[in-house]
Nanobody, 113 residues
Framework: VRLVESGGGLVQAGGSLRLTCAASGFTFGATYMTWFRQSPGKGLEKVANISPSGNTFYGDDVKGRFSVSRDNAKSMMYLNLNSVKTEDTAMYYC????????RGPGTQVTVTP
């Protein structure tokens, strides 16, 4: 299993960012995928997940602002962050399945006031 996140960076509050997760080493098109985030103040949080067919789940803190999608042909998952807030600052991880065990190294998102 190999997962690599990209797209993080510095963004002003109210702005947008797109994170990408490149997956390999497993049957991506048959696997649930999840975005987590972790910050010193809030700990580990499930942000969103998406089923192989595209059904989605969002955490309460991001509902209506973030959207998760996937491209099974490219083995890629995406997270669009819109209307970001300073409290969205965290390390963002993509994970295989619904747990945190098989995950990438993460990409840092920092939201400035």
């Amino acid at each position: 299993v190999r997962l690599v996140e990209s797209g993080g960076g510095l963004v002003q509050a109210g702005g947008s960012l797109r994170l990408t997760c490149a997956a390999s080493g497993f049957t991506f098109g048959a696997t649930y995928m999840t975005w987590f985030r972790q910050s010193p103040g809030k700990g580990l949080e499930k942000v969103a997940n998406i089923s192989p067919s595209g059904n989605t789940f969002y955490g309460d803190d991001v509902k209506g602002r973030f959207s998760v999608s996937r491209d099974n042909a490219k083995s890629m998952m995406y997270l669009n962050l819109n209307s970001v807030k300073t409290e969205d600052t965290a390390m963002y991880y993509c994970a295989k399945g619904t747990g945190f065990t098989d995950r990438g190294p993460g990409t840092q998102v920092t939201v400035t006031p």
